[in-house]
């Protein structure tokens, strides 16, 4: 029970995740729940979502819940995508809140009774939580701390918050909210959505902004900790750059400004602006040696990927088909 709710559903809680074809790192996500400390009175759930995976995800959850001591509930997502898989969360879920977390990451120990001291207070309806990362072989040297954002970090500062911003950074990898406060903002866009390998994103940060503009009361949490795992592979700069123009294409896709000077959705000022940050990024780079050269070229590829989305939204394709 979490004073000051409403206590209209069958359980207090629903902690869940969607995972596809990761199900090594998924029972190691679940295993770091099962050393979280649990609150007194806590009436809750573990929802998992395979979204249809094809390494042996659901074999392997389902044999672990033989043995874990958690309240594991399991359900098939069939349609790949991350946001069909989390709209399932909200559907599946018994829980009065919902708490997303995400395959790569791991539980602090004081997780639970975070969470639960957040929504204590009834006017909350949505807790932003904080995201560290975990590097396997230790974080590179050319990564800065302001960067450390393009990897799923996510801190605010030491101090909870009522975020009052609506470009606050929102992450869908520590993310709880109220089920039955989702009709009024909306669900997860299927079109702004992981899919498979397919990393483009987007949708969890449109439906936070949603929320927002429709009046939610968001808080922001640095006690509600996760740890996001870094392999070795996402840390490189080929894969910041791929990050950086999948989340400049979903971007461009729920880009709500409309263009009069523009061509084929993409406006007239975008071509200058382009060649002006490419020129800065050279000059950074074979002139200046600036450390700051990459960050600059990630502007670059960012913006790339904004243009391409909004020439992906006037063409009318969609990422996931909605039938």
Not at 79 to 103: C, M, P, V
Not at 282 to 297: G, K, P, V, Y
Not at 298 to 311: D, S
Request: glycine share 8%.
């Amino acid at each position: 029970m979490i004073d000051g709710r409403s206590h209209d559903s069958d359980l207090d809680l629903t902690v869940a995740m969607a995972t596809f074809n990761r199900k090594n790192w998924a029972i190691e996500a679940l295993e770091s729940l099962e050393r979280v400390t649990i609150p007194d009175r806590l009436v809750w759930e573990i929802l998992v979502v395979d979204n249809n995976g094809s390494d042996g995800t659901w074999e392997a959850l389902h044999e672990y819940k033989v043995n874990t001591p958690l309240p594991l509930r399991i359900v098939k997502e069939e349609k790949i995508g991350l946001s069909r898989a989390r709209n399932r969360i909200i559907y599946e879920a018994r829980g009065e809140i919902i708490s997303l977390f995400d395959d790569d990451e791991r539980f602090d120990v004081n997780y639970l009774c975070a969470l639960v001291e957040a929504f204590s207070n009834p006017e909350v309806d949505m807790v932003c939580g904080r995201i560290c990362l975990d590097y396997e072989t230790g974080r590179p040297n050319w990564i800065k701390d302001e960067w450390e954002g393009f990897l799923s970090r996510v801190d605010a500062g030491d101090f909870g918050f009522k975020v009052e911003d609506g470009n606050f950074v929102f992450s869908g990898g520590n993310l709880a909210f109220v089920k039955r406060r989702v009709d009024g903002w909306g669900y997860f866009d299927v079109n702004l959505s992981r899919q498979g390998k397919m990393i483009i994103g987007g949708g969890d940060v449109k439906f936070c902004k949603s929320a927002f503009h429709a009046g939610a009361y968001i808080q922001y949490e640095p006690k509600i900790l996760l740890y996001h795992k870094i392999p070795s592979h996402r840390s490189t700069k080929q894969h910041l750059r791929q990050l950086r123009f999948r989340a400049g294409e979903g971007y461009g896709r729920i880009e709500k400004r409309s263009f009069e000077r523009q061509l084929c959705g993409i406006p007239y000022f975008a071509i200058p602006l382009l060649c002006k940050m490419a020129m800065k990024y050279l000059r950074l780079a074979l002139i200046e040696w600036d450390d700051n050269a990459f960050r600059q070229q990630l502007n670059v590829v960012f913006h790339l990927g904004w243009m391409y989305g909004l020439w992906k939204k006037w063409r009318g394709d969609v990422l996931i088909p909605k039938t």
